[in-house]
């Protein structure tokens, strides 16, 4: 009696892992990434991580360079383009906008192994100029929209006292850098420290000091401004 299974019913979980498979390389390369940088990970590392061959890696990124892209657009533009349609379709408050934009970035990138893409790109710009070029268009000048937009909105609608909004971006953004920046390089060693380590904590200490400076509150005459 012949007990070999239909062919045909392998073709489902065939084609369930065929529309897995760009996931799972793209994972496998942030890790490798994170863990190595951009020049000395290798392809060939990067799928056999991914339990496939590097022609299999071939067929859906050609070069080591457009895998890079791919993550950059998978781990951080899309979470970016994300928290732009929130901030196009929020009705409430500008502070309760700024607060959930940051927290959403920190949640998505900053704590995540995302995060140490920033440090990946910034150690080897030199001599990759035509990645940080990717990174800068599609990290940097995004945020800074979604960002500076936020600010623009409550500016206009009298929540926030009017400033210099290109410089204050910055601001926003730099402590969440500095926090993922840590955690992916001393904080993933042994290293030992007194320090508080609650990173969740620090972040909404940040956009607490940050909305003080920038929320716009009653007086005693009832006329509103921020801090002189």
Known sequence: ???????VSAGPARRRRKEARPHELLQAALDLFVEKGFAATRSGEV??????????????FPSKEELFKAVIRTYLTAPIAEGQALADGFAGPSDELLRTLILMIWHHVGRTPAGSICKVVMGEARNFPDLAQFYVNEVIEPTHRLLSGALRRGIARGEFRDLAVDHAVPALIAPSLLLAMHQHA?????????????DEAAIRTQIDLVLEGLVVRPTASGSRQGPP
């Open 186 to 198: 001393i904080g993933a060693c042994p290293v030992r420290s007194e320090l508080p380590q609650d």
């Open 1 to 7: 009696m012949n007990t070999t299974p239909p062919l």
């Open 47 to 60: 799928a056999m991580r991914a339990g496939v061959s590097k022609g299999t890696l071939y067929l859906y």
